[in-house]
């Protein structure tokens, strides 16, 4: 599956020749011209990687770089920035840009940086995934041998139950909606009703939680989805 990267740049000569660049080059891209837009898109769509002008309408560049690392997310950034003394500020304030280009620039240097930070990104998150057991409270949840332990007690999910209980762990506290389960396990192109994920849901929780009336591991999230609660993580 492509890459997907987002590109906020209200300067539309930049933008247009960045966009036709990344696209030729097998990225599915995204524009946009403005930066609440933008950190919106970031949040809802999670791209892989994004190409972030430091001056735009609404929030700036810096403001979202901070705000999306304040929720957490490592989303890859690189920032485009127009004066030397912007890049100098880009560095010194260490907001969590993975990198920085000065305007004017070259689409080959981009391409290079943008095919370097998405290697980097790519072998941390396999890294991650690699990473031991998920634990929730009692709940031990181990990726690799696709095993689930309840206390010393191994409970049999299905291969979607697993992949549900997972999504959870890893984004442990996060609300996350019954279309981006939707997304992350069914996949974008499979044509289910958000329902499926209720129906999956109930069946993990019959399996995990101690009192259906009063589940203690699975949250609901009235009209959004579901978060794992966080008080058995300790995050
Ligand atoms: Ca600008």
Not at 40 to 43: C, D, H, N, S, V
Not at 226 to 233: A, C, D, G, P
């Given at each position: 599956?492509?890459?997907?990267?987002?590109v906020?740049?209200?300067?539309?000569?930049?933008?247009?020749?960045?966009?036709?660049?990344?696209?030729?080059?097998?990225?599915?891209?995204?524009?946009?011209?403005?930066?609440?837009?933008?950190l919106?898109?970031?949040?809802e769509?999670?791209?892989?990687?994004?190409?972030?002008?430091?001056?735009?309408?609404?929030?700036?560049?810096?403001?979202?770089?901070?705000e999306?690392?304040?929720q957490?997310?490592?989303?890859?950034?690189?920032?485009?920035?127009?004066?030397?003394?912007?890049?100098?500020?880009?560095?010194?304030?260490?907001?969590?840009?993975?990198?920085?280009?000065?305007?004017?620039?070259?689409l080959?240097?981009?391409?290079?940086?943008?095919?370097?930070?998405?290697?980097?990104?790519?072998?941390?998150?396999?890294?991650?995934?690699?990473?031991?057991p998920?634990?929730?409270?009692?709940?031990?949840?181990?990726?690799?041998?696709?095993?689930?332990?309840?206390?010393?007690?191994?409970?049999?999910?299905?291969?979607?139950?697993?992949?549900?209980?997972?999504?959870?762990?890893?984004?442990?506290?996060?609300?996350?909606?019954?279309?981006?389960?939707?997304?992350?396990?069914?996949?974008?192109?499979?044509?289910?009703?958000?329902?499926?994920?209720?129906?999956?849901?109930?069946?993990?929780?019959?399996?995990?939680?101690?009192?259906?009336?009063?589940?203690?591991y699975?949250?609901?999230?009235?009209?959004v989805?579901?978060?794992?609660?966080?008080?058995?993580?300790?995050?």
């Open positions: 599956m492509s890459k997907k990267i987002l906020i740049e209200d300067e539309p000569a930049i933008s247009m020749a960045v966009r036709d660049e990344l696209a030729f080059e097998g990225y599915t891209v995204d524009v946009t011209d403005d930066g609440d837009t933008g919106e898109k970031i949040l769509n999670r791209p892989d990687l994004v190409v972030l002008d430091l001056m735009l309408p609404g929030k700036s560049g810096f403001e979202i770089c901070r999306v690392r304040e957490g997310l490592k989303t890859p950034i690189i920032m485009l920035t127009a004066r030397t003394q912007d890049a100098d500020r880009v560095r010194g304030l260490d907001l969590g840009a993975d990198d920085y280009l000065v305007k004017p620039f070259s080959a240097e981009l391409l290079a940086r943008v095919r370097a930070v998405l290697r980097r990104s790519g072998t941390e998150g396999q890294e991650t995934k690699g990473s031991g998920l634990q929730a409270g009692d709940l031990q949840v181990d990726p690799r041998k696709h095993k689930v332990f309840k206390g010393a007690v191994e409970v049999n999910l299905t291969p979607i139950e697993f992949q549900l209980l997972e999504l959870l762990l890893r984004r442990a506290g996060e609300v996350i909606s019954r279309d981006e389960f939707l997304n992350q396990i069914w996949g974008e192109k499979v044509y289910v009703t958000p329902r499926v994920v209720d129906t999956h849901m109930a069946a993990l929780r019959k399996k995990i939680e101690n009192d259906l009336n009063e589940p203690s699975v949250i609901s999230v009235h009209g989805g579901y978060k794992l609660n966080e008080t058995l993580t300790g995050t």
